[in-house]
């Protein structure tokens, strides 16, 4: 069974930095790329960053841009998203998500956590 | 970027009807739309991928048709678990953008 547990969300300060982390489980890691996608409170899913599964190409939302990094480590089957630069706009539940395959274009989000929430305030 | 609009944005219907959401792109994505069930507190779930395919254990209740820019998910009979909100995602090119949701309450 696929399960993939978010950790490292919390309180962070305007222009703060965090970073997450998604230790997955129930399937070979290496082999599919991996999303992290996020919620405001009580609003919509917003796609933010995907990886693909050798970690060669990366992808971001505009709205991240050269402030969030998203990265793997396949010795540990951890997916990450540091976040530096952090404002209120930021604030959410961040899924990780797997893929259905090796890249992430033209595929689909098949398994989901849980979510960790990021709150930005001072 | 390519837009994702939903209709409804919100649903009210009863359990046994049959119920339609619609979803449009601003281009043409092909067959790569996706679409997901979120209940409240808890994380998406994938029901349909490229446009009509079922996702493993979906109910065939749940069908999904279109391509291009328009594409429906249709539910032939509502069950009581059903009541969710409904979201499309097209995966042609990044970023990968979300509709704004279908909230389907009971009615």
């Known amino acids: 069974e696929v399960q993939l547990v978010e950790s490292g969300g919390g309180l962070a300060q305007p222009g703060g930095s965090l970073r997450l982390s998604c230790a997955a489980s129930g399937f070979s890691f290496r082999s599919y790329a991996m999303h992290w996608v996020r919620q405001a409170p009580g609003k919509g899913l917003e796609w933010v960053s995907a990886i693909s599964a050798s970690g060669d190409r990366t992808y971001y939302a505009d709205s991240v841009k050269g402030r969030f990094t998203i990265s793997r480590d396949s010795s540990k089957n951890t997916l990450y998203l540091q976040m530096n630069s952090l404002g209120a706009e930021d604030t959410a539940v961040y899924y990780c998500?797997?893929?259905?395959?090796?890249?992430?274009?033209?595929?689909?989000?098949?398994?989901w956590g849980q979510g960790t929430q990021v709150t930005v305030s001072s | 970027d390519i837009q994702m609009t939903q209709s409804p944005s919100s649903l009210s219907a009863s359990v046994g009807d049959r119920v339609t959401i619609t979803c449009r792109a601003s281009?043409?994505?092909?067959?790569?739309l996706n679409w997901y069930q979120q209940k409240p507190g808890k994380a998406p779930k994938l029901l349909i991928y490229a446009a009509s395919s079922f996702h493993t254990g979906v109910p065939s209740r749940f069908s999904g048709s279109g391509s291009g820019t328009d594409f429906t998910l249709t539910i032939s009979s509502l069950q009581p678990e059903d009541f969710a909100t409904y979201y499309c995602?097209?995966?042609?090119?990044?970023?990968?953008?979300f509709g704004q949701g279908t909230n389907l309450e009971i009615k």
């Open positions: 998500a797997k893929d259905g395959y090796t890249y992430p274009l033209r595929n689909y989000f098949d398994s």
């Open positions: 995602q097209q995966s042609y090119s990044t970023p990968f953008s």
């Open positions: 281009q043409s994505i092909s067959s790569y």
